[in-house]
């Protein structure tokens, strides 16, 4: 529809737009001649500056032995389900990637139910009890919190609890923690700091520092035998699949990971805005009835519009996949199915991403940037430089108040 002109408000792909930071720029330039094969697992300086980062981040000594990297979190999460037998447990809803990954080697997967009625909450009961009647004796649980599609945070408390049933049965987690330095509700907190022995922490480059095409994702491995044993089998897997990450992302993430003052500030300030904007879309979306969790991180909502199941019928609508391609094309709103993430074909949910809308240019990312550098308000670059944020809601208020 952009291809041919037509005007389309995007909240459907999930993209932190904006710039990145010219140290770490420069570094890429430096290293641009770089062109050698490196060590599958990673090169050293890069894998102990990430330990020392993460050292800092999660409060407890991490060593660079168990550091792997590799080019995007998502081929670690492809490795490390390759590597590992069993069947892989999800959250519903999850990220569109886990259970096709499952698939492509016929692996099971378990879906923790979840329903808009109860937020899409995570309940350790339902967790115990799905383990206990599994007919695998094997299980790797996929946790993301900071949540893509929700925005969610899954507070200690419960993460205390789902490690103490991990434990107990012998569970292994895979934490992806992608959106953990965007985080905004409140600090981040990594299951890992419950369950060392048996968490594999993911991260990477592409969302706090808006690095996605660089394609540098990191995994933090168990202490101990265990995770020796993992690591070499998921660097056996990227031997074979990926040889290594890229030589020049490599050396210029080293920068990426330093402590870094100016770094931190620009990670704060970028974070600051995709809360802005997010939690201002989702106060829109209350002020029009529509349920959706509370956002805490990332930039992503997921609300429910059952409660115009009986009117929306009338137009043809029966799926969130029906509902997205409506607004779609009656609303030039382009949002992603709920379907996509897990959730029931009928339940009339949706994946809104923040990231993209009004600054789907290089230069209107850069220019949002330099406004709140500025000291322009919240208040006054959501009023006064989000045209696009703020049709969508216009859009939505008229499409809801049709019905």
């Known amino acids: 529809m952009w291809a041919k002109g037509e005007t389309v408000y995007h909240l459907g792909f999930g993209e932190s ?14 290293n641009a001649a770089r ?10 300086e890069l894998r102990q500056a990430i330990a020392t980062f993460h050292s800092r981040q999660l409060d407890r000594e991490v060593g660079a032995d168990q550091v792997i990297v590799a080019p995007g979190s998502k081929s670690l999460l492809f490795a490390f389900q390759m590597a590992l037998a069993g069947a ?4 519903t809803p999850s990220w569109v990637s886990y259970e096709p990954q499952s698939r492509l080697f016929n692996r099971p997967v378990l879906r923790l139910p979840a329903t808009p009625e109860d937020g899409h909450r995570l309940y350790p009961a339902r967790l115990q009890q799905l383990l206990r009647h599994s007919p695998y004796s094997q299980h790797l649980l996929i946790l993301n919190s900071p949540s893509n599609p929700t925005g969610q945070m899954l507070e200690p408390a419960l993460l205390e609890e789902i490690a103490e049933i991990c434990r107990r049965e012998e569970v292994l987690v895979l934490s ?5 330095l965007t985080a905004y509700g409140r600090k981040h907190v990594s299951i890992s700091s419950f369950y060392p022995e048996g968490t594999v922490v993911l991260g990477g480059m592409s969302k706090h520092l808006s690095l996605g095409g660089w394609r540098l994702g990191i995994a933090l491995l168990p202490p101990g035998d265990m995770g020796q044993q993992l690591l070499q089998a998921v660097a056996k897997v990227g031997s074979e699949l990926w040889s ?3 030589a020049p992302i490599q050396y210029a993430a080293i920068t990426a990971y330093a402590d870094d003052a100016e770094l931190t500030g620009y990670v704060e300030k970028c974070t600051a805005l995709h809360a802005a904007r997010t939690r201002y879309l989702w106060r829109g979306l209350s002020e029009l009835d529509v349920p959706c969790a509370e956002p805490m991180g990332g930039f992503y909502l997921f609300p429910n519009f059952d409660h115009w199941r009986k009117p929306l019928a009338s137009l043809g609508v029966q ?9 779609l094309e009656e609303w030039q709103i382009a949002t992603l199915p709920g379907s996509d993430f897990g959730t029931p074909a009928h339940e009339l949910s949706l ?5 993209y809308v009004d600054l ?10 330099e406004r709140a550098v500025a000291g322009v308000s919240d208040e006054d670059l959501l009023r006064d430089h989000h045209p696009g944020m703020n049709e969508v809601l216009t859009r939505l208020q008229r499409f809801l108040s049709s019905m």
């Open 35 to 44: 062109q050698s094969y490196l060590p599958s697992a990673g090169i050293p």
């Open 17 to 30: 737009r904006f710039p990145a930071h010219p140290k770490i720029v420069r570094a890429l330039v430096e």
């Open 176 to 180: 992806d923690e992608i959106y953990g």
């Open 244 to 246: 290594t990450a890229s």
């Open 360 to 369: 789907e240019t290089d230069e209107k990312a850069a220019q949002l940037i």
């Open 319 to 327: 799926t969130s996949v029906d509902l997205a391609r409506y607004l």
């Open 88 to 91: 892989t447990v999800l959250h």
């Open 351 to 355: 994946r809104l991403s923040t990231s």
